[in-house]
């Protein structure tokens, strides 16, 4: 059998009564090389041809601006969808702050840690729990205290986070950001920071939640960093250092890090390590070696006592998609604070007596700061320790506050408790809902509720436009392969180019798929320029039974490779045969439509490959014999 070079027509036998398939082609469409076979090439097998026309009459220049048009569009429609999103991204952003504003720039939430079966303690509980307010009764005293919000015993890590939430994408949004772990030793600080494998905390989730957000955002580009520094003894040890440096410098490296504040009031610290996480999993292995680092020690409260306070910064560089747009940065700041109980109860001495000494002053002036932030007083004494210098602008004008403190379920314990809830309160005390008259309260909630709402319908219509986006730029690029693909063939291919019709089959194929599946979604969000037209439908339409029908001959088929028409032939086991079959089934657009993806979501926090700081080490039961054993505990960390 032979394939046809004849100008006018491509014609091709067949076994089953020899019809012949004539094609249209005007003469020196396509070089008779193109074809793949030199003129008079018998085939091995009489192929029963599918029923394939090949239509060489459109001049490739006018395909080829058709090709060039529908890019250029394709990229306009991108543009301008991409501005819509930044406009719908600004007025959630705007809503989101003037909600955060509305209640409060400084938050302070209460969580009660749950009794554990580990507990052999009496089993009188003196705490009582409502949505915003702890109520504490001891010896005939009863005593109230409001907070933002109050987590009771069973409050679940998830209940937390939701809380917490909307603070982090505030940090996304370019503020500053603070969240802070405060309370007695073993009240579930680390618990509530950390978590457990199964039972992650704020800050894993935190990084899953960014890196998510961040990958929604088709507006802007984002890149994290990650910082980890302990304050301990007055002094900032640098978490992430590298290990062979830190040993050889340990004492400038490690322990005696600068803070400086430039002019505009950015607090740098020099020195310190910055290491960039580009995916949760890198963003979680840094986080676990920084806690593994973390000082801890033995008191008589908490075998496995934080006695420092542990900072880990997150930095997030945002773009716009724009080349010339500057970068925006901001800072999310989680600190697990040092245990706030005051030493007499400890049974401290020595070296374990003086941590317990600089966690209370640094504390102390920590509840300074924020107390002289709520009555927005004039002076802040941020200069009173190295915590408030460290933190200094990411607790000022702009940022955000959330305090979590931690309290015990325990009546022994009721003295440190009502400590750290007076604490809190003098932490929110100016801007306390509770001291709003009645009036003032409901109309501060009908404001929040109409900007919740408001957040919602543009964060709705973000959503509609990132469709949009990622359906345009599907089309875009399946154009972009097409036309490279057909008018800029590789140099080393050696083989002749697909035809731009067939070529044009496997696209419009594709994306008539892609179509398919996403209209139902989005039938009411189509920008124009995708509405299919009655001729391109029926373009599609035709190409769609043709691939169909080569799918379908060569299942049934015997053949062992299929004539294309007017360029080349592809046998079965050919891996561009094979795409073909795949995009008759699956659209391309189905395998891209998962963005989120790409970073773990919160349901698959529990998952196994999430590696979380092993538990503090307990090196003695005598808080005595620290001191005298090792002046200068190493952790295991040290030793991996
Ligand atoms: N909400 C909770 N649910 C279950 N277990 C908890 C909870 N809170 C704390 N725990 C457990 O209580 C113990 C002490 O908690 P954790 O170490 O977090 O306290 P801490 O306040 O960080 O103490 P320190 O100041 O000494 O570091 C841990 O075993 C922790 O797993």
């Known amino acids: 059998m032979f394939v046809s070079t004849e100008k006018e027509q491509i014609s091709l036998p067949l076994e089953n009564g020899g019809e012949s398939f004539k094609s249209t082609s005007p003469a020196g469409s396509y070089p008779d ?28 220049e006018q395909e080829k601006q058709e090709l060039e048009q529908t890019i250029s569009t394709l990229e306009g429609e991108i543009a301008g969808l991409r501005l819509q999103h930044r406009s719908l991204d600004r007025t959630r952003r705007e809503a989101l702050n003037k909600i955060l504003d509305i209640k409060g720039s400084i938050r302070v939430f209460c969580r009660v840690r749950p009794i554990l079966l580990t507990d052999r303690r009496r089993i009188h509980q003196p705490i009582s729990t409502e949505l915003e307010k702890i109520v504490v009764r001891s010896g005939g005293s009863r005593k109230e205290f409001s907070f933002d919000k109050v987590f009771p015993q069973e409050a679940s890590q998830e209940d937390v986070f939701v809380e917490v939430e909307p603070i982090l994408r505030s940090a996304l949004d370019g503020h500053n950001v603070c969240i802070l772990a405060y309370g007695q030793t073993g009240t579930g600080k680390t618990f ?34 990650m910082s980890m520094l302990e304050v301990y003894m007055g002094s900032l040890r640098d978490l ?25 009031g950015l607090v740098e610290i020099e020195g310190l390590s910055e290491v960039p996480i580009s995916d949760f ?12 680092v973390r000082s801890t020690s033995w008191t008589n409260v908490n075998e496995a006592s934080s006695r420092s306070h542990c900072l880990t910064r997150i930095t997030i560089f ?12 901001s800072k999310l700041w989680m600190v697990d604070l040092g245990g706030s109980e005051r030493l007499l109860k400890t049974g401290a001495t020595g070296q374990t007596l003086d941590e317990g000494r600089a966690i209370n002053l640094s504390l102390s002036a920590l509840g300074d700061v924020i107390a002289a932030l709520r009555r927005k007083r004039g002076h802040v004494p941020y200069r009173n320790s190295k915590l408030t210098q460290i933190l200094k602008d990411s607790l000022g004008d702009g940022s955000k506050i959330l305090m979590l403190v931690h309290v015990s379920p325990f009546e022994e314990d009721i003295g440190e408790t009502t400590y750290s809830l007076s604490f809190a309160k003098r932490a929110r005390a100016v801007e306390s809902t509770k001291e709003l008259p009645e009036d003032l309260k409901k109309q501060k909630e009908k404001r929040i509720a109409k900007l919740e709402e408001e957040m919602r319908e543009a964060e709705e219509e973000c959503q509609k436009v990132r469709n949009q986006i990622q359906k345009a730029e599907f089309l875009l690029n399946e154009n972009k392969r097409l036309f490279s693909s057909t008018y800029q063939p590789p140099e080393d291919e050696g083989k002749a180019p697909a035809s731009p019709k067939g070529a044009l089959v496997q696209v419009s194929r594709a994306s008539l798929t892609f179509e398919k599946t996403t209209r139902r979604k989005f039938s009411n969000s189509m920008p124009r320029f995708m509405n299919s037209t009655v001729a391109s439908r029926q373009r599609l339409g035709a190409a769609e039974k043709e691939i169909d029908s080569r799918a379908n001959s060569s299942r049934t088929g015997t053949r062992s490779s299929i004539q294309f028409s007017g360029s080349q032939s592809l046998s079965y086991s050919d891996l561009r045969f094979k795409s073909i079959l795949r995009s008759n089934k699956k659209s ?42 090792s002046r200068h505990r190493r952790r295991m960390s040290d030793f991996i």
């Open 33 to 60: 090389s193109l074809n793949g076979f030199p003129a008079g090439t018998e085939l091995c097998d009489p192929v029963p041809v599918p029923a394939l026309y090949t239509d060489v009459t459109v001049v490739p």
């Open 192 to 225: 509530t920071m950390d978590g457990t494998n199964d039972q992650l905390g704020i800050a894993p989730r935190a990084l899953v939640q960014l890196f998510h957000n961040a990958s929604l955002d088709k507006s802007s580009s984002y890149t994290f960093s």
């Open 240 to 264: 992430l250092a590298p290990k062979s440096f830190s040993r050889a410098y340990e004492t400038i490296s490690r322990c005696n890090l600068n803070i400086q504040t430039d002019p505009k």
């Open 281 to 292: 999993t890198k963003a979680s292995w840094w986080y676990t070696k920084g806690r593994r």
């Open 318 to 329: 945002r773009r716009g998609v724009a080349s010339e747009a500057k970068a925006e940065v």
């Open 588 to 629: 391309r657009y189905g395998e891209t439509n998962t963005p989120a993806m790409e970073s773990p979501k919160c349901s698959d926090l529990d998952s196994k490959t999430t590696s979380m700081p092993r538990s503090k080490i307990v090196t003695s039961s005598n808080p005595n014999l620290r001191v005298t054993l």
